[in-house]
């Protein structure tokens, strides 16, 4: 089978992190691993931002329309019938339904469980409760926990987009690059992370009034508009700011 030998010579040719997956795993390698399986993860140092990468970097197409499409039927059906029990039965719903496209297509389940449990989870609260709103508290409680974790993160000098872009970007010996050791990269890795820091305390100043007020379809609309959208858009600014200073590393080399 030499043609078949000589693809897959060509495959892994190609595939610039083949040599760490022939090899076993150290803890680094399988952070990195997993850093670049996440969203944030396609922020890579020194790369130049393209939209592909961008769509790529929130879940694809795909992606893209289970997160967004289970919150958009809440919406409409809850706008319509004022009714608790459609509204958050639908999106689950539309959940079950990606999820029985994706093991038809026999791809990766993660994302869509991942999906469906959150939006189960947040209908099981509502009907618990019997309250619309007790269908945002997850939403909630994560943006509280996403804020905490970056706060931590600052406070201990370890910004997380620093962290981040460290397990990415390998330094000489091959391990995580040690960017605290240069003012500028320090400066502008903090402010990426102050900004991560940002989003999630919008969130939260916005939907915790609203929650706290029962203003069920103005919650729903602000989560869709502060979601994917605001993340997306932040997620390019980081990638800019990060591409800053790591491209000035580049420049510097060329001209040695």
């Known amino acids: 089978m030499p043609e078949q030998d000589d693809d897959r010579d060509d495959r892994v040719a190609d595939d ?13 390698a399988q952070l990195r691993d997993a850093v670049r399986n996440a969203g944030i993860g396609q922020v890579a140092p020194g790369e130049a931002p393209s939209g592909k990468a961008l769509v790529t970097a929130i879940g694809g197409a795909r992606g893209l329309a289970e997160s967004v499409l289970p919150g ?3 919406l409409i059906v809850y706008a319509v019938t004022k009714e608790l029990v459609p509204s958050v039965v639908i999106p689950v719903v539309v959940g079950l ?4 496209l994706r093991l038809l297509q026999r791809q990766s389940l993660a994302m869509s469980f991942a ?8 209908a099981g609260l509502a009907l ?4 619309a709103e007790s269908n945002f508290i997850p939403g909630i409680v994560i943006n509280l926990v996403c804020l905490l974790g970056l706060l931590v993160t600052l406070a201990i000098r370890r910004p997380l987009i620093g962290l981040i872009v460290g397990l990415l970007a390998q330094g000489e010996d091959g391990g995580p690059m040690d ?5 500028a990269k320090r400066r502008v890795l903090t402010v990426a992370t102050w900004m991560w820091v940002g989003l999630f305390a919008l969130r939260l100043v916005i939907e915790i009034p609203l929650y706290l007020t029962a203003q069920v379809e103005l919650l729903a609309g602000i989560k869709l508009i502060t979601g994917v959208p605001l993340y ?3 997620l390019w600014v980081t990638w ?4 800053t200073v790591f491209k000035r590393d580049e420049d510097d080399a060329r001209a040695v």
Request: aromatic residues 12%.
């Open 16 to 28: 610039r992190f083949a040599d760490e997956r022939e090899q076993p795993l150290s803890l680094n």
């Open 72 to 74: 958009f039927a809440f």
């Open 97 to 100: 339904v990606f999820v029985v």
């Open 115 to 122: 999906g469906i449990l959150g939006v189960a989870i947040s």
């Open 128 to 131: 618990i409760t019997g309250k």
């Open 179 to 183: 960017w605290r050791a240069d003012p």
């Open 232 to 234: 997306a858009a932040l």
């Open 240 to 243: 800019l700011l990060v591409r």
